[in-house]
């Protein structure tokens, strides 16, 4: 069995500009899965950089209020919505609460650094 606490996963900025703790990722941990699964937040006001994934992803809102962008698509999220993203999609995501904007992050296959493309402006 293991038990992963958010706490004791270190926090960084992410390539994308949100505040990301990866909780699980078989690249990094003696476990079996097929996913990653990360924590990410947003402050109040802020967007995250426009990128891709090779592989598709799911967000599922914690908490918060916001605007999800899937290539020219945009709709609002908020708490207990979950977001598909399929493979290659150009994607952001902005906080338009006055709160953290609060999301779980599932990458399938699991994500890696070279599965992600940042979109410079």
């Known amino acids: 069995m293991e038990i992963i606490s958010l706490n004791d996963c270190r ?12 909780i699980l990722n078989p690249r990094k941990q003696s476990i079996r899965t097929g996913y990653s699964l990360a924590w990410a937040r947003v402050k109040p006001g802020r967007e995250t950089i426009p990128h891709t994934l ?3 992803e799911v967000y599922f809102i914690l908490k ?9 698509r945009v709709k609002k999220v908020c708490g207990r919505d979950s977001v598909y993203i399929p493979p290659r999609a150009v994607q952001s995501i902005k906080n338009t609460g006055r709160s953290d904007l609060e999301f779980l992050c599932i990458v399938s296959p699991a994500w890696e650094p ?4 940042i979109i410079k402006p």
């Open 64 to 72: 918060g209020r916001g605007r999800m962008r899937i290539n020219n």
């Open 54 to 56: 090779k592989y598709s």
């Open 11 to 22: 926090r960084f900025t992410a390539g994308d500009g949100s505040v990301l703790r990866e």
């Open 114 to 117: 070279s599965c992600e493309k």
